[in-house]
């Protein structure tokens, strides 16, 4: 992302964004509420549109639109705060519907591999119900096996476990977990700084629509240069 601008009218949400993530980088996104977090996630496959700046993925320039940015998407998985999933299909067709359609893998490949990703978060066994059958948090991780099921480059997680039961958090973070130490290149915007200090390679912290620091967990949790990112943590990692 190379000087982004992002406006919602009078709101200058996002401003002269500047951030490079490696190939098998994780970095966590944290700051205060409103500060353009979400924003940014949302960016990186369009589902918001900027004004100014680029964003480049993988060299190619992200497209406006059409068939182009259909393909672009196809690289990125993005994993939302709700889960997204289609409430009438099974949970087998949620994870094979974009590798056959978007993809054109045929049925079978895409149900072997559909099955092998929800053995791998943990939820094989629910591969014939429906979401509403499951927990939330569940469907969350069908939701990862979903976007894992393109195959993409980059994975954003936008605030994943944050409609979920404490008690569902772990088992989601624990699947993020094990695909950052799988070398995904993943873009999380989270409240977890458990899993920031755990498997964030870079904590970037934004607070109104700015980047104000970028710096390694450690670095960032023991040691925060600006006075905005020490008054967070003061207040976040106090109770």
């Known amino acids: 992302m190379s000087?982004?601008?992002?406006?919602?009218?009078?709101?200058?949400?996002?401003?002269d964004i500047?951030?490079?993530?490696?190939?098998?980088?994780v970095v966590v996104v944290i700051g205060p509420s409103g500060s353009g977090k979400s924003t940014l996630c949302r960016?990186?496959?369009?589902?918001?549109?900027?004004?100014?700046g680029e964003i480049t993925i993988d060299g190619q320039k992200l497209p406006a639109e059409g068939k182009e940015l259909a393909k672009l998407r196809a690289d990125v998985g993005m994993v939302f705060q709700s889960f997204n999933l289609f409430a009438h299909k099974s949970v087998l067709e949620n994870v094979t519907m974009g590798p056959i359609k978007v993809r054109k893998q045929s049925?079978?490949?895409?149900?072997?591999r559909a099955r092998e990703l929800l053995d791998r978060v943990g939820v094989g066994a629910q591969a014939d119900k429906v979401p509403a059958q499951l927990s939330g948090g569940q469907q969350q991780r069908v939701a990862i096996a979903r976007a894992?099921?393109?195959?993409?480059?980059?994975?954003?997680?936008?605030?994943?476990t944050s409609a979920l039961d404490p008690e569902m958090i772990n088992e989601v973070l624990e699947?993020?977990?094990?695909?950052a130490r799988d070398g995904m290149t993943m873009v999380v915007v989270t409240h977890e700084m458990g899993f920031a200090r755990k498997?964030?390679?870079?904590?970037?912290?934004?607070?109104?629509?700015?980047?104000?620091?970028?710096?390694?967990?450690?670095e960032f949790f023991t040691n925060p240069s600006s006075d905005r990112a020490k008054d967070f943590l003061s207040k976040i990692l106090n109770h």
């Not at 500047?18 to 980088?25: A, P, T, V, Y």
């Open 175 to 179: 699947v993020m977990v094990g695909l």
């Open 148 to 160: 894992l099921a393109m195959d993409p480059k980059v994975m954003l997680f936008d605030e994943p």
């Open 18 to 25: 500047d951030l490079s993530i490696d190939r098998g980088e």
């Open 199 to 218: 498997a964030a390679n870079r904590v970037v912290f934004m607070d109104g629509g700015r980047i104000v620091e970028s710096a390694t967990p450690e």
């Open 3 to 15: 000087g982004v601008d992002k406006w919602f009218g009078e709101l200058h949400v996002l401003q």
């Open 107 to 112: 049925k079978a490949d895409a149900e072997k």
């Open 43 to 52: 960016t990186i496959n369009r589902l918001e549109s900027i004004e100014n």
